[in-house]
């Protein structure tokens, strides 16, 4: 296969494998975001107008994520785009060479509806690109630090993102979640699961992705409920053991979560308390920990939050 006289392909052992339910008919074969080159999982909803049935290789704004078949449309673009310097939106958490903007998707709607396309090409069963209006949009940028004084900073990159419903009647804190193919396997969407759940605590509300989840959220959603119990149960001092319910209210997680990640560690007692509830083994948990070599450092920090920056979230009560 040939490169982009522009792009790198992206080396398979840099990212996660397609899923082995990818669609092998993609109307986009190839994308090309930057300077990077890799290849598509499954077909998103381009228009046919502007992209085609079928096409081996699609250019794609690594800051606004406008589309073209064409290099020179696309390499006319880059040289102009709006976004260049920093993505729409406000920034809301920044640490070190990372930081998170919210998106409103009614007030940036085709940057919206354009990330959305693009994110469809390696997700299986999203397509709100229709509906941005009622979603939020939380962008993951890394902008690279200088090497030397006398070197220019590059432009940041967006390497992912998380949705999320303006208004979600099962409190839902997340709709779609996805780091790019180039930058998988980097711990990086901790940092978007960390932060869906801190903008819940903001909220007031216990909340959790959208169901059903796929399988590669599954596992990823798993060590991230697992890592945060153990966080939780263990830096509790004033107890040898806890119930189900107390961990899940420190963890800001659903009791349905914080059971499935207790059941997959097998941490929980066989014994339980005179009123049925379950009693969870903070030995059985330091255990799990060491044999899983589990990072216990929490993805993301509370002052890292940029708090006048973070949308209110008061409803007014009729």
């Not at 040939?2 to 398979?12: D, G, H, N, Q």
């Not at 059971?259 to 308390?273: G, Q, S, T, W, Y």
Request: charged letters at 25%.
């Amino acid at each position: 296969m040939s490169t982009s006289p522009i792009a790198r392909v992206v080396p398979p052992s840099s990212q996660q494998q397609p899923p082995v339910k990818a669609v092998a008919n993609q109307t986009v074969h190839h994308v090309v975001l930057g300077d990077v080159l890799c290849k598509t999982w499954y077909p998103s909803y381009y228009p046919d107008e502007l992209v085609g049935k079928e096409i081996e290789r699609l250019y794609v704004c690594q800051w606004c994520f406008k589309y073209s078949r064409e290099i020179i449309p696309y390499l006319g673009h880059v040289k102009v785009c709006a976004h260049q310097e920093a993505p729409p939106g406000t920034k809301i958490y920044c640490k070190d060479s990372y930081s998170i903007y919210e998106i409103d998707g009614e007030e940036d709607q085709l940057y919206a509806q354009n990330l959305s396309l693009f994110a469809k090409l390696f997700l299986d069963n999203k397509s709100v690109f229709f509906d941005v209006v009622g979603f939020y949009y939380y962008i993951l940028v890394h902008t690279p630090k200088p090497v030397a004084a006398t070197v220019l900073s590059q432009k940041h990159q967006i390497v992912g993102f998380f949705s999320k419903e303006k208004i979600s009647w099962d409190h839902n804190n997340l709709a779609c979640i996805l780091i790019f193919p180039p930058w998988q396997r980097r711990g990086l969407g901790k940092i978007l699961m960390g932060a869906s759940y801190e903008l819940s605590k903001r909220e007031g509300q216990i909340g959790g992705p959208e169901k059903p989840l796929s399988e590669l959220g599954k596992k990823s959603y798993y060590k991230f409920w697992e890592a945060r119990v153990a966080r939780v149960v263990l830096g509790t001092r004033t107890k040898s053991t806890l119930t189900l319910g107390e961990v899940a209210a420190q963890c800001w997680l659903s009791t349905e979560d914080a059971a499935e990640a207790l059941k997959d560690m097998d941490v929980i007692k066989n014994k339980k308390r005179k009123d049925g509830s379950l009693i969870i083994s903070k030995g059985r948990v330091k255990d799990w920990v060491r044999n899983c070599n589990v990072d216990l450092g929490p993805p993301v920090n509370e002052q890292d939050f940029i708090d006048e920056a973070i949308r209110s979230a008061a409803v007014e009560e009729e």
